[in-house]
């Protein structure tokens, strides 16, 4: 059974700093097309950033430069780091993964995992 669980969500003034994590398991980690979303009450969940296994990352316009994803394989861990936020950048971010092809972050259907979210709040 794959289980996601993220961590590292909380509040933060506009320019700070948050670090995200998911740990997974259950799950061929070597394999993956994984990705984080978010989502803010009364939208659709939007994709942030996603990476396949070849370490290629895709991200939104809106993070560019601003957002890094990582994955430490050991560890079975995937990261985001984001720095520069924005409170526009307030939501629920989830991670999530998929061994279907092609991997983008174009739609939330495109995955089968998720994880529980952790809620981001920036405060201006």
């Known amino acids: 059974q794959v289980q996601m669980v993220e961590s590292g969500g909380g509040s933060v003034q506009a320019g700070g700093s948050l670090r995200l994590s998911c740990a997974v398991s259950?799950?061929?980690?070597?394999?993956?097309?994984m990705g984080w979303f978010r989502q803010v009450s009364g939208k659709e969940r939007e994709g942030v950033v996603g990476?396949?296994?070849?370490?290629?990352?895709t991200y939104a316009d809106s993070m560019k430069g601003r957002f890094t994803i990582s994955q430490d394989n050991a560890k079975n861990t995937l990261y985001l780091q984001m720095t520069s936020l924005k409170p526009e950048d307030t939501g629920m971010y989830y991670c999530?993964?998929?061994?279907?092809?092609?991997?983008?972050?174009?739609?939330?259907?495109?995955?089968?995992?998720w994880g529980q979210g952790t809620q981001v709040t920036v405060s201006s």
């Open positions: 990476i396949d296994w070849d370490g290629i990352t």
């Open positions: 999530a993964a998929t061994y279907r092809l092609p991997c983008g972050i174009g739609s939330s259907a495109d995955f089968d995992y």
């Open positions: 259950g799950y061929t980690y070597s394999s993956t097309c």
